[in-house]
């Protein structure tokens, strides 16, 4: 076996060991432990159906919205919400608890409701790696748990079992969420603890509700022989992104280890891949074997390597892909390749993840670097014009090992050298993706340096050596301090990949197998004999952990406690940080029975027990003898100060939720009342994302809506206003966009009202002022995960030590003479710049040193908020303090004395340019001393009237702090879009964009010009500023503006869309400020022509309705005497047939009766009628010719 620990030691050597613990460290923990319980919060993920049951946990698998939670809004008849919004919630629920070492948890948790405990958690987004697509931000939202009674029966009058539950909110384009537990001060002391809730998108659930992998099938046995006597293995992923990791490893199976808890629990599963062997001439395997040698874990796509294959497998994250991008099986690629390694990637750049795959046979030289983006898998090989054996003139080079530097956008590669004169070397080889370019920048030493007897040894080439040479197998590099580690059986490290420094204190009988690199100054090494060693970077001091005296002491002390961590045989299978502490995964042996444990690697514990049982002193002091010890430790108080507070600089977003009031006596929650908060949650969240509109709101928040709408529902008083003060709007008549709660003037008071006399409608109260964004988070004493730097931005903070033996100095200055000095070691000082300034406290035998980190202004260009980030570090380090400071906390010792904090040189996330609609519309009226606006009034987008001169203003809205301030800045305004209406808005090409903004355009076609003088260097644009005479629309003869025909009777109108940016022309800021918006101008005139046109037109229907007029007017008379004649006319005639149609059915009548043949009555009637009809025709016109005409 390969043992983690030694074996058990002996019953007196435990003794002795226990008694010099108790003699060192009661002093230092009592405090600690005095009247404390030793509690621990838990945390599970329930679903909607799991909620309220004993022993229920579930996975992340689905990640859509859920729709039933509006049904339960709709009961809400008396709530200060909008009816007419449709509420969503999420899949699952955080059910949380808690329990003491020693007592039931039951009882603990009903203990900790009744004396008011609330659980706090704080769920934190991690940001995605495709920024082209998803928005880069730091989100976190603060949530108070609910107290919920168990489904459990129960004979208790109140409760027997109880949990707390909040929502497990999701996020677009974030698949790792960190859950931080705490407590709200009320009941018991509870530390606070960590968890990872990943979305696994390599589940899928079935129809009977079970889940089952996509990835293979689920292995239930761990087989002893998979781990006992198996050499440990890397775990290589996308560091803080990756949800879920996979390890190989296990012999002779196509099996692999899988989580998306970091191993607090892990699933073994048979991968389903082919498990195809092409051997041939180009790849000389000489066995085949199932076992999965290299795994990488990605954002969504998992990497293996079995014998000279390589699979990668996509899983399915609708909330990082716009359609399930979930690849299904396991894809084989560079299948006509033999690889024979994978290097992995630690860090994500330009929006994309990266893979390597290293060659042998006919490629052998070159590299197949893979890119992941969204899930698509590619790979190019590289260099593309040449080998790197040729690029470097030599015969015959294997590549052993290759890291990508994304800053610069290289790879260096670790090179073998086989020269049949002379032997093997290897060489540091930089390659260059974009100009194509090798250049060799290290050549490693043949032989390993001799150090005699020193920490460390600068490599110049004219020191003495051993005779064991040097045997490199691998690179580690850190982007933030630029840090190069190489390794093999010895160690090298570089900070500009040129000049190394050889650490002696690590042994070169010994080979390293991998590294392990917090990337925040710490590093642990794992060598072949499963060895760990740990090394502090910016010290040349190697501390060997394990095995080691200090490991012993505490191993014994974990079997005096029966840890259920440790046993006698157990096998490291792999080791990891975590939150900058170091963990194991071992496989233990206890009882005949294995089992997979997640333990933490104490390692300021083992460094203080080191330390403590190498540095001691026995002394006799009369008849007995004394145990003194040596503090190297050169400060017995560190403790930081002044820090600014944080959200500035780490430019993370908080928002705040507490659950509804609940009208029940114990203040136990339903269902219902928990749905109402999974709403209210989703609404919040959705507000945030939505928060991102071109126009300005008038103030500065995303919750805005709500709070605007709380205070149109104030009581008013009279005139309308209410008695706060005026509202900032005026209510409007309908819901605005987003609003969550009612619209209507209803008082705020009223709801407080029924809640207070149990009258809320559902027994749910929801207070409007329990959801809100947080600006004002105080700094905790301590320095920032992260800091962001703007273009000249500093941060300040202190730092106080008190000194252990202090030197006073007499004399006029009076001043101390300490041997504390702090020392700020910078990874990129041309690009940032640390001050230093002390203080000495001689009355508190301390010093005061004010430290300043401030940015040089001139190393990064300009970029969009979050984007392209510069990564650098800085490295605070008190003088003779690594690996002997400690300060000693509720959790456990903790280093002190060296601290690294990442910078992030850029422009910030959070930052955005608004167009300052408010500001804009006022200043524009007092300035054109009026202000028309459309017709048709659109709250959403003012119009603006062409012939006015227009003042456009913006504002820079800090997203994380609530400032928002008017841009000062310079920047340039094109018209790079736009149509009649806002359907017909088109994008204008490049060419389009340069004619119709360029003062130089000779071709009629501008839309715009400024009477300001300024351009840009090229003179193409013309550069405006808050200060600028204002806009004139042109809207020339070649212009797409120019001749908008009005499509009512009112003048024209026209959309344009409109780019602000400042790059290139603004130098205050890293920003790379752009906006688009439309902009809604009216009354555009008509072209010269047409304007003709319509003239003629409209003077030639004029003129001839006038003599249309003059002409009826002269033949009205004439007109009106035919049309009376006619009429009579008419009359007679319709008067006459009528007439002749009576007779003719009279006549028809008698001949029917009479019983006449009717041929004969036909025609004898017929001559009668006819004779009658002339005669009647002759008197009526005798009538009319002898009547006089009066």
Excluded at 201 to 230: A, C, H, K, S, W
């Amino acid at each position: 076996m390969s043992p983690a620990g030694p074996a058990w030691l002996r019953l007196r050597v435990l003794q002795a060991l226990w008694a010099l613990l108790v003699v060192l460290l009661a002093p230092w923990r009592l405090w600690a432990i005095k009247n404390t319980q030793e509690c621990t919060w838990q945390v599970v993920l329930n679903n909607f159906e799991t909620v309220g049951k004993k022993d229920a946990s579930d996975r992340f698998v689905d990640q859509e919205p859920l729709y039933t939670v509006d049904k339960v809004f709709s009961l809400l008849v008396d709530a200060p919400i909008d009816p007419d919004e449709t509420y969503l919630g999420f899949p699952y629920y955080l059910k949380i608890n808690y329990s003491c070492k020693g007592e039931s948890s039951e009882a603990l948790v009903r203990k900790g409701h009744l004396t008011g405990l609330k659980p706090v958690v704080l769920v934190t987004f991690q940001s995605p790696v495709n920024f082209h697509r998803w928005k880069i931000e730091q989100l976190q939202i603060q949530m108070e748990a609910a107290p919920f009674r168990s489904r459990e029966r129960c004979n208790a009058e109140e409760v027997c079992l109880m949990s707390w539950y909040t929502p497990m909110p999701i996020k677009n384009g974030s698949v790792v969420m960190r859950v931080d537990v705490s407590s709200n001060g009320l009941g018991p002391f509870i530390p606070n603890k960590r968890f990872q809730v990943n979305i696994n998108g390599f589940l899928e659930r079935q129809r009977d509700n079970t889940l089952q992998f996509t990835v293979g099938n689920e292995l239930f046995n761990l087989i002893p022989r998979y781990f006992v006597n198996v050499p440990s293995r890397p775990l290589w992923y996308t560091v803080d992104q990756a949800p879920v990791f996979i390890l190989g490893g296990i012999p002779e199976e196509k099996a692999i280890l899988l989580t998306d808890t970091n191993f607090k629990d892990f699933f073994l599963v048979e991968l389903s891949i082919d498990s195809c062997w092409v051997g041939s001439f180009y790849c000389p395997q000489t066995s085949f074997t199932a076992t999965i040698y290299d795994a990488i874990a990605t954002e969504s796509t998992l990497f293996i390597r079995q014998n000279q294959l390589i699979y990668y497998f996509t899983g399915t994250y609708t909330t990082l892909h716009e359609s399930n991008r979930g690849s299904g099986r396991w894809v084989r690629v560079l299948a006509n390749e033999c690889i024979k390694k994978l290097c992995p990637v630690h860090f994500h750049s330009n929006g994309s993840e990266y893979v390597m795959a290293l060659t042998t046979g006919k490629h052998e030289g070159y590299v197949h670097f893979g890119t992941i983006t969204d899930g698509r898998v590619s790979f190019e090989l590289l260099p593309r014009q040449r080998s790197v054996c040729n690029g470097i003139l030599v015969v015959n080079c294997s590549i052993t090992w290759a890291v990508f530097i994304a800053g610069d956008y290289n790879l260096l590669l670790l090179v073998e050298i086989e020269d049949p004169s002379t032997r093997k070397y290897f060489q540091v080889v930089s390659y260059d993706l974009v100009s194509d370019y090798l250049v060799v920048l290290y050549t490693i030493p043949e032989f390993i340096p001799d150090a005699r007897g020193l920490e460390f040894l600068m490599v110049l080439g004219t020191e003495s050596y051993t005779n064991f040479p040097m045997v490199p197998k691998g690179m580690s590099y850190n982007p933030y301090n630029n840090l190069l580690f190489i390794w093999g059986n010895f160690l090298l490290q570089s900070y500009n990949s040129k000049n190394f420094i050889y650490l002696a204190d690590f042994p070169k009988e010994l080979s390293i197998k991998y590294l392990v690199n917090s990337f925040y100054g710490d590093t642990a090494i794992v060598t072949e004999t499963e060895e760990i060693w740990y090394l502090l970077e910016g010290s040349y001091q190697v501390y060997k952990l394990f095995p080691s005296k200090g490991w012993e002491v505490h191993v014994s002390l974990q079997v005096m406690q029966q840890s259920s961590l440790y046993a006698p045989n157990e096998t490291m299978v792999t080791l990891f940080y975590e939150d900058h502490r170091l963990y194991q995964l071992v496989y233990l042996i206890d009882n005949q029975q294995g089992r997979l444990v997640k333990r933490l690697v104490p390692v300021e514990q083992l460094l203080m027990y080191q330390q403590i049982s190498n540095d001691y002193l026995l002394e006799r002091q009369g008849s007995h003898l004394t145990l003194s010890f040596t503090n190297f430790c050169p400060f017995t108080v560190m403790r930081l100060r002044d820090l600014p507070n944080p959200q500035i600089y780490t430019r993370q977003e908080r928002y705040r939720a507490q659950p509804p009031r609940v009208l029940e006596p114990g203040g136990f929650h339903s269902d219902n009342s928990l749905a109402v908060y999974q709403g209210l949650v989703y609404y919040l969240l959705w507000l945030h994302s939505k928060y991102d509109k071109p126009y300005a709101d008038p103030v500065h928040d995303p919750t805005w809506r709500w709070w605007k709408n709380k205070k149109q529902d104030q009581v008013r008083g009279e005139g309308g206003e209410s008695v706060g003060g005026p509202s900032p709007d005026p209510p409007s008549p309908s819901p605005c966009p987003g609003t969550v709660f009612a619209p209507h003037p209803v008082p705020q008071d009223y709801y407080f009202y029924l809640a207070s006399n149990w009258r809320s409608a559902g027994s749910v109260h929801v207070d409007m002022a329990s959801y809100e964004k947080i600006y004002d988070l105080k700094a905790e004493n301590e320095l920032p995960e992260r800091i962001f730097l703007d273009k000249g931005t500093s941060y300040r903070f202190s730092v106080f030590l008190t000194a252990r033996e202090p030197e006073p100095l007499h004399g006029p200055s009076f001043q101390l003479q300490s041997k504390v000095g702090l020392a700020v070691v910078l990874a990129d000082p041309e690009c940032i710049e640390a001050v230093v300034k002390e203080k000495v406290l001689v009355n508190r035998n301390s010093v005061l040193f004010w430290v300043t980190l401030s940015d040089k202004r001139f190393c990064f260009d300009q970029g969009i908020s979050g984007h392209h980030l510069m990564k650098t570090s800085m490295l605070l380090k008190v003088v003779g303090s690594s690996g002997h400071c400690f300060q000693n906390t509720n959790q456990g010792p903790r280093m002190q004395g060296n601290l690294m904090v990442p910078v992030l040189i850029g422009c910030p996330p959070g930052k955005r340019l608004a167009f300052d609609i408010t500001y804009t519309l006022e200043y524009n009226r007092l300035q054109n001393k009026h202000y028309f606006d459309c017709v048709h009034v659109d709250p959403e987008m003012p119009c603006f009237l062409f012939r006015d001169i227009f003042y456009p203003f913006f504002l820079i809205q800090d997203l994380v702090t609530g400032d928002s301030g008017s841009f000062q800045g310079s920047y340039v305004l094109k018209v790079v879009g736009g149509g009649p209406t806002l359907d017909t808005i088109k994008e204008y090409s490049e060419e389009d964009i340069y004619r119709f903004n360029s003062p130089l355009d000779k071709t009629g076609s501008l839309i715009w010009t400024t009477r300001n003088t300024t351009t840009t260097e090229d003179s193409a644009f013309n550069i405006l500023s808050h200060n600028s005479l204002g806009i004139e629309w042109l809207c020339m003869e070649n212009s797409p503006c120019h001749d908008t025909i009005p499509h009512s009777i009112f003048a024209s109108e026209f959309f344009f869309k409109v780019l602000v940016s400042n790059r290139g022309v603004d130098k205050s800021t890293y920003c790379d400020y752009q906006l688009t918006f439309q902009l809604h101008i009216h009354g555009l005139p008509l072209s010269a022509r047409r304007a003709f046109l319509i003239l003629m037109v409209s003077a030639s229907l004029f003129v001839g309705l006038v003599i249309l007029y003059v002409i009826s007017c002269l033949l009205s008379p004439y007109v009106v005497k035919v049309c009376n004649v006619l009429c009579w006319k008419i009359n007679n005639i319709i008067a006459w047939e009528s007439y002749i149609y009576s007779i003719a059915s009279d006549t028809g009548a008698f001949s029917n009766t009479s019983g006449i043949k009717s041929g004969e009555s036909s025609g004898g009637t017929s001559r009668v009628v006819s004779k009658v009809a002339g005669e009647n025709r002759t008197d009526t016109k005798e009538t009319l010719r002898k009547k006089p005409i009066s």
